[in-house]
């Protein structure tokens, strides 16, 4: 069974709009989140990572995570076709290596 | 930067047949990790190690051995590959376990025939 759940499977957004992606772990023991980007082709590497409740910021990209529900969210604003990749997110506690959802595809068109 | 590499980059292999897959860290970290990576099926770890001569399994071990000769040196071995294994593989290092970023090699797509 799949522990950690991601949505959409896929999105299209506009270039300039703003893309919101959702994940949620069923393990209650997890306590970081995080969130990986991929581009086609290449491997992924590390976007954000979100501890405590609440927002984190950076620069286009916003982390929220709601402990009590194990849901995090990565919000991008003014989308950009650089954007356009497979988002992984993962979730892990400080004696468990991290687990992966099975991605979303962003897809920012012109 | 995390540097890790991985060779071959791509491996074609039969039914049967033996296939090693290597992977090394230079970033003197204490964990490494084997991933298959399949659509619809997100990133699964296979095996991971915390230093020279450990081997922990991961949520898909079957089929697959795994062995960490040194703090840089990380290999996944099929033995009597099938085609269900046919993927791309990745190799990843990091400080710690739960709460350090990983670093991914570049990958190694296998086709099993």
């Known amino acids: 069974q799949q522990k950690v759940q991601q949505s959409p499977e896929s999105l299209i957004v506009p270039e300039g709009g703003m893309a919101s992606l959702n994940c949620t772990s069923s393990d209650r023991n997890v306590d970081y989140f995080w969130w990986y980007r991929q581009h086609s082709g290449k491997s992924p590497k590390m976007l954000m990572?979100?501890?405590?409740?609440g927002e984190k910021e950076e620069g286009r990209f916003t982390v929220h995570l709601n402990k009590a529900s194990l849901h995090t969210s990565l919000h991008i604003r003014d989308s950009q076709p650089s954007d356009s990749a497979l988002y992984l997110c993962a979730a892990s506690n400080s004696g468990t290596y991290q687990r992966f959802g099975t991605g979303t595809k962003l897809q920012v068109v012109p | 930067e995390a540097a890790v590499t991985q060779s071959p980059r791509n491996k074609v292999t039969v039914t049967g047949g033996n296939v090693t897959l290597s992977c090394r860290q230079t970033n003197s970290h204490n964990y490494m990790y084997w991933y298959r990576q399949d659509t619809g099926h997100g990133l699964r770890l296979i095996h991971y190690?915390?230093?020279?001569?450990?081997?922990q399994i991961g949520d898909v071990p079957d089929g697959y051995k795994a062995t960490r000769t040194t703090q840089e040196d990380f290999f996944l071995l099929l033995e009597l590959a099938s085609p269900s294994q046919t993927s791309l593989y990745f190799c990843?290092?990091?400080?710690?376990?739960?709460?350090?970023?990983?670093?991914f090699g570049p990958g190694t797509r296998l086709t099993v025939l």
């Open positions: 990843a290092s990091s400080e710690g376990l739960g709460v350090y970023e990983q670093y």
């Open positions: 190690s915390y230093g020279a001569g450990n081997l």
């Open positions: 990572s979100i501890f405590s409740n």
